[in-house]
Structure formats: structure tokens, C-alpha cells
């Protein structure tokens, strides 16, 4: 649905997108994560069309955006759904001809339009809200209503950009299993772009780490999580809170992280690794990511017995890091 072939851009002296190669299939939700600057919103702005890659290909809905004319870019455009983090709502229009607007702009006929914009209201759970203006909406609300009006066009393409970062823990969740609503039931494409990881372990079935305009890690969540030397996986599955208590004198923590499936003992093999050396659990966090159980075990091990513990866990292809006091991670 989406291809990036040896995407490339720059501004005078800056790289901000360096040979990005990138494929998101229908139907599915991708997101891209990466620190400030990294080149996220100029990718984004490769995929609308506004911006154009000095190198490479770029395919969405099998039109090839880098080399469409300014029509062709503007016909695009409206294939493409935008959501924000603010959702810059019209103040003296209701939800309803907030939604109304973009069916309003193409011409569309008036009682098309009524049918459409109630549909929308009901897709994104506010029925009966349609004559609200947006003072009267909470900020989950106004965003719901930004999203149906995203989607007002029918676009099979939904870009994201920060949609949960204003909002609260609940509304973020409510509004994130919307994005997944919208993309099941309507097969509607959809990238998010997000420094949250939560969003990401929350409704992406594949993503993207951006870093100084390269592509440093991509693929499904799933074998992400799974790739034990994958930077991305840790950050996905934050490392276990241990209790001061839990630090004994002289006990080295390992901190390892596994993925298991249904029938496959990855976990009770780290425990027995550690518990015949007189080992024991500090600390666990288990997540299910897409269709992998990922477990982040701290596990403490004895003096005298780090290296023994570390063989075995090497022996079993666990990737192992020491977990000291302060929280620092140390690579063996
Ligand atoms: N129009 C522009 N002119 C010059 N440099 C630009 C332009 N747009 C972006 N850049 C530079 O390109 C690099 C990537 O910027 P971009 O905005 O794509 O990153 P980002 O990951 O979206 O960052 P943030 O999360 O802070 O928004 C940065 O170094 C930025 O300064």
C-alpha cells in the first residue's frame, strides 16, 4: 500500500532522510518513532506529496507521489486522511459541519453529505453530538471529530501525526482503540506517527525507528520484539521495576528479555537456567505483543555464579545486560 524505495532528502547542508527504504501493507497500522529531528515528519511529508525526496521512490495506493505533477499531488492529497495532535477545528462550526467541510470542498451533494456526516458520527462514537461546537467537546471529543473528518473523503490512507500526545492515559487509550477500529472495519491504511512506545505496543502491527534520516530498525512488532539484539524491542518492553529490597549484597541482576509462544517454555527455561544456580526473580513484567508473549525477567544471581548464569542464558540465545542500582543497563 505504501513503498519507500531509497528515499533521500536534503535541505542545503542537512540530511534529513538518507536511502529510507520503507513498506507498509493495507489494511495495517505502522508507526514511526524516533527522537526529534530524526526525519519523521519529513517522511510524512513525502508520503503527502509536500514534500518532494531529492532521491527515490514513493508509492501510496499505487501512486507514484515523487513523481506525480502538482494535479496529481493535489488529487492525492485528499486520498490521504490527516489527523493532528491539535485538532485546529473550526470554533464557529458545529461537529457536524466541522465533518461536513472536506465533502463540502468537493462538491458534494447536500443530502450525501447529511447521510455521511451521521455515518461518521456514529463510526467515532458521537452520536447525537453533531450540533456541539467544539467549546462545548473534551479534548478526546474534538479529536474523534478531527478523525471522521479525516475520513470524510474515504481515504484508504490515515497519517497520524502525535494524535494522543495532548491527551490524557484514558482518552489516549479510547482513542487509539478507535485508529484500530477504523482500520479493521473500514481497512483504511494507517501511519502514526509517536515518540509514545505505549502507542506503539498498544495498535501497531509493524513499525519503523527512524535516526538521523535512516531507517535504524523496521519490520512487524512481533519479530521486533523477537530479535534479541533489537534497541527497539527494549524500549518497546520497559525493564521491570525492582524494589530497593530485591538488590542483595554481592548478587549480580541480569536483565533478560525472551518472547515465547503457546507451547514453547521460553520462560520456565530462564527460571530453571537461574534457579539451579541458586538464583531467583527480582523482577517481571510480561506483555503480549501481536501474537508473542514477550516476558523482561531482572534475575538474580548469586556471587560467585554471574558467570555460569550468563553462559547459560548465553547457551539458551538470551541477549543479557547487568542491571545496576541506578537503573544504567551495562551490555556484557
Ligand atoms: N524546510 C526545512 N529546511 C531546512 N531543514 C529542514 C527543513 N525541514 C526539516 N529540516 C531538517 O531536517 C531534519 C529532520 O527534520 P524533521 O522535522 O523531519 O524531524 P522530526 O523527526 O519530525 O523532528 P520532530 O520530532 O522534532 O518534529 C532536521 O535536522 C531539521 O532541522
Known amino acids: 500500500m505504501i513503498t519507500l524505495e531509497g528515499v533521500g532528502k536534503i535541505y542545503g547542508p542537512v540530511t534529513a532522510l538518507d536511502d529510507v527504504h520503507l513498506e507498509v501493507e493495507r489494511g495495517t497500522i505502522h508507526g514511526i518513532v524516533g527522537p526529534s529531528g530524526a526525519g519523521k515528519s519529513t517522511l510524512v511529508g513525502c508520503l503527502t506529496g509536500l514534500v518532494r525526496p531529492t532521491s527515490g521512490r514513493v508509492v501510496v495506493d499505487d501512486v507514484e507521489v515523487s513523481a506525480a505533477n502538482t494535479r496529481a499531488r493535489r488529487a492525492l492529497r485528499r486520498r490521504i486522511g490527516m489527523v493532528f495532535q491539535h485538532v485546529n477545528l ?7 459541519a466541522n465533518i461536513a467541510y472536506p465533502l463540502q470542498i468537493m462538491g458534494a451533494p447536500k443530502v450525501e453529505i447529511r447521510e455521511r456526516v451521521d455515518e461518521l458520527l456514529t463510526i467515532v462514537g458521537l452520536e447525537g453530538r453533531g450540533d456541539s461546537y467544539p467549546s462545548q467537546l473534551s479534548g478526546g471529543q474534538k479529536q474523534r471529530v478531527g478523525i471522521a473528518r479525516a475520513l470524510a473523503t474515504r481515504p484508504p490512507v490515515l497519517l497520524a501525526d502525535e494524535p494522543t500526545s495532548a491527551l490524557d492515559t484514558d482518552t489516549t487509550d479510547a482513542i487509539l482503540h478507535l485508529l484500530r477500529e477504523v ?44 530479535d534479541q539484539t533489537s534497541k527497539l524491542a527494549r ?21 533478560v528479555m525472551f518472547t515465547s509462544h503457546p507451547g514453547e517454555p521460553t520462560g520456565a527455561r530462564v527460571l530453571s537456567a537461574v534457579a539451579n544456580l541458586g538464583g531467583d526473580i527480582a523482577a517481571g513484567t510480561f506483555e503480549t505483543i501481536g501474537s508473542a508473549q514477550v516476558g523482561r525477567l531482572a534475575v538474580s544471581v548469586p556471587p560467585n555464579r554471574a558467570d555460569e548464569a550468563r553462559d ?14 541506578d537503573g544504567v543497563e551495562v551490555a556484557l
Not at 505496543?201 to 519503523?208: A, F, G, H, K, Y
Not at 524500549?235 to 541480569?254: E, K, Q, R
Not at 547459560?312 to 542500582?325: I, T
Open 235 to 255: 524500549s518497546l518492553v520497559p525493564p521491570p521495576a525492582i524494589p530497593d529490597d530485591n538488590y542483595l549484597s554481592g548478587y549480580t541482576i541480569f536483565d
Open 90 to 96: 473550526f470554533d464557529q462550526r458545529t461537529a457536524a
Open 183 to 226: 482500520c479493521d472495519a473500514l481497512g483504511v491504511t494507517v501511519v502514526i506517527i509517536t515518540h509514545e512506545m505505549s502507542v506503539v505496543r498498544e495498535i501497531c502491527d509493524s513499525v519503523t525507528l527512524l535516526d538521523s534520516g535512516r531507517v535504524a530498525e523496521t519490520g512487524k512488532l512481533e519479530d521486533i520484539v523477537a
Open 312 to 325: 547459560a542464558l548465553w547457551r539458551d540465545g538470551h541477549a543479557v545486560q547487568v542491571r545496576r542500582k
